[in-house]
């Protein structure tokens, strides 16, 4: 069977595909604003195609909500056999890119203890509501509660529900404080990782990086051994993101060896 | 493109628009095109080592839209928003006829398209808009070669019957 043995597009379709195929294109902004987004995703997540497979190009799955969690999943394994070095070595590429916003943040002022850094977060956390996006915020919350998401069933826009992202500069900055925190992750210092978090909550509470900040917080609850807390938020980033590409990383932190 | 084999920057450069069409051909609300196209590069920057350069590059990079746009698809918001109306921004500035006459022709095409099974509609975009043989559709969806005709008889008779119909609604 061939082409020339299917019955073609009439004419008159023809010229309808040929007049209205095309449709307007993205605007020049959007197109740059999605480069830094792309990039700043391989950079945090360098590794994601070791864990893939060799698909063909017919098997290549789609990314879910968020995109780096293949990687994720390896960092976490690496992470509890301890190869730090390695770690910091791949997330020093990130760390680099961030630029004086990362040096600032890994200065001794900013290393507050985390209790007091997610004290600070509940009027941020207000916002997170999946449904009206201005919830209040919970009511007799715990140190990880102030952080946590609400429950979603759905899978979150990113860049365009990200109020707080007017300009390159800020998507920068948060981009900077993600990468803050998984270097601190790397370097097992999960009280460092959990400040960057609450910072990263009260600057960006609707943020492009949400989901992986809520990823990485339940990573380094459980880092410092609060397994309640990481228990509790995994808990409900699993109901955010039910879909998200993170869940094996929370998984695995949540339930340990 | 320069370089050969291409950089990930440069098909960004040069297949950024193709990407953001093809997605919206597929069906992505235009509210997620940003998102979606995330996605799509995201895996492309992944896959690169991957790519056959004696290949065409397009029906690779509709490939990897195709499967990341059907995983969209298939998510409960999408499901919940798809039928909310939404469309796309409308231009406020005044148009020529001629500019008029296209965006109505888009329009239709995008409604009709939107008519027919995704399944079908990948090898009818890839074959009727973006020229490519059948083989390399095939190739690039990851079936057989008579899956793809039988897709795009069905695809063509899905999207003559949509225009009729509509052409007959608004009594073009």
């Known amino acids: ?84 070095p390695l770690l910091a070595a791949s997330f020093a590429v990130g760390l680099m890119t961030g630029g004086a916003a990362v ?42 509660d102030v952080l946590a998401p609400a429950p979603s069933t759905h899978i979150e826009p990113r860049a365009s529900a990200a109020p707080d992202h007017g300009n390159d500069g800020s998507l920068a900055a948060e981009r900077a404080l993600v990468e803050t925190a998984r270097a601190a992750l790397a370097r097992a210092d999960g009280p460092a990782a959990l400040a960057v978090l609450a910072r990263h909550t009260r600057e960006f509470p609707n943020g492009t990086f949400v989901e992986e900040r809520e990823a990485l917080a339940v990573q380094a609850l459980a880092q410092t051994g609060d397994v309640a807390g990481a228990k509790a938020r995994g808990e409900r980033f699993r109901r955010r993101y039910p879909r998200s590409l993170f869940l094996p990383v929370v998984e695995e932190a949540t339930h340990g060896d | 493109m320069g ?44 896959k690169l080592a991957d790519y056959d350069t004696f290949r065409p590059l397009r029906p690779w990079l509709f490939g990897i839209a195709f499967r990341v746009a059907s995983d969209y698809r298939r998510t409960a918001r999408f499901k919940r928003e798809v039928f909310d109306g939404e469309t796309d921004r409308e231009d406020v500035a005044p148009i020529a006829d001629q500019q008029l006459e296209t965006k109505e022709a888009h329009k239709l095409v995008m409604a009709a398209l939107e008519t027919i099974n995704l399944d079908q509609r990948a090898v009818f975009i890839l074959h009727e808009l973006d020229g490519h043989t059948i083989p390399e559709v095939a190739r690039a969806l990851g079936e057989p070669l008579n899956t793809i005709y039988s897709r795009l008889r069905l695809a063509r008779k899905a999207f003559i019957t949509a225009v009729t119909r509509m052409q007959v609604t608004h009594g073009r």
């Open chain 1, 1 to 84: 069977m061939g082409d020339d043995d299917l019955e073609g597009l009439p004419p008159a379709m023809r010229a309808l595909l040929d007049a209205g195929g095309e449709g307007p294109p993205a605007p020049a902004h959007v197109k740059e604003r999605l480069l830094r987004r792309v990039e700043t995703t391989v950079h945090l997540a360098p590794n994601v195609a070791d864990r893939r497979e060799t698909w063909g190009v017919a098997e290549v799955p789609a990314p879910e909500s968020s995109t780096y969690v293949a990687s994720a999943v390896g960092y976490a394994s690496r992470v509890r056999a301890r190869k730090f």
């Open chain 2, 3 to 46: 370089a050969w084999p291409p950089s990930f920057r440069s098909i960004y450069e040069a297949e950024f628009d193709y990407i953001w069409q093809t997605l919206r051909r597929l069906g992505v609300r235009p509210s997620d095109i940003e998102d979606v196209a995330h996605d799509v590069f995201v895996t492309v920057h992944r």
């Open chain 1, 103 to 144: 040096y600032a943040l890994l200065r001794p002022e900013h290393r507050t203890a985390p209790s007091e850094q997610l004290a600070q977060a509940p009027a941020e956390s207000s916002t997170w509501s999946p449904s009206s996006g201005t919830g209040p915020p919970p009511a007799a919350a715990s140190s990880h």
